[in-house]
């Protein structure tokens, strides 16, 4: 059972914004590197993005380079996912979760455990 908790999604137009966030029940993500994914109808989960435990390091998907910002607030232990210019490709069920780090000290959209919240449901479609 996952300890995190998506917020923030809903229904918005093309070329609106939508910011998630995602906090923590029964624990900190204040030393897990922290990550975004995103699964559509029919497809396959996907890493949206990343960000390093301390912040130090973003990596975010080709897809939504330019588009989504990735931060994370450790008084709050909240993590966000600032979305702007959405398309409807953007639609899916959007989660966090705790992901690996690569020997360069950077995440990478890996979990690092098997188990998923409800995540919050993204629909960008006029």
């Known amino acids: 059972q996952s300890h995190f908790v998506e917020s923030g999604g809903g229904l918005v137009q093309p070329g609106g914004s939508l910011r998630l966030s995602c906090t923590a029940s029964?624990?900190?993500?204040?030393?897990?590197?922290m990550g975004w994914f995103r699964q559509a109808p029919g497809k396959e989960r996907e890493g949206v993005s990343c960000?390093?435990?301390?912040?130090?390091?973003?990596n975010y998907a080709d897809a939504v380079k330019g588009r989504f910002t990735i931060s994370r607030d450790s008084a709050k232990d909240t993590v966000y996912l600032q979305m702007d210019s959405l398309t409807p490709e953007d639609s899916g069920t959007y989660s966090c979760?705790?992901?690996?780090?690569?020997?360069?000290?950077?995440?990478?959209?890996?979990?690092?455990?098997?188990?998923w919240g409800q995540g919050t449901q993204v629909t960008v479609s006029s």
């Open positions: 979760a705790p992901v690996l780090s690569s020997p360069q000290a950077t995440c990478v959209f890996k979990p690092l455990y098997g188990s």
């Open positions: 029964g624990l900190t993500m204040f030393y897990y590197h």
């Open positions: 960000i390093y435990s301390t912040g130090s390091s973003t």
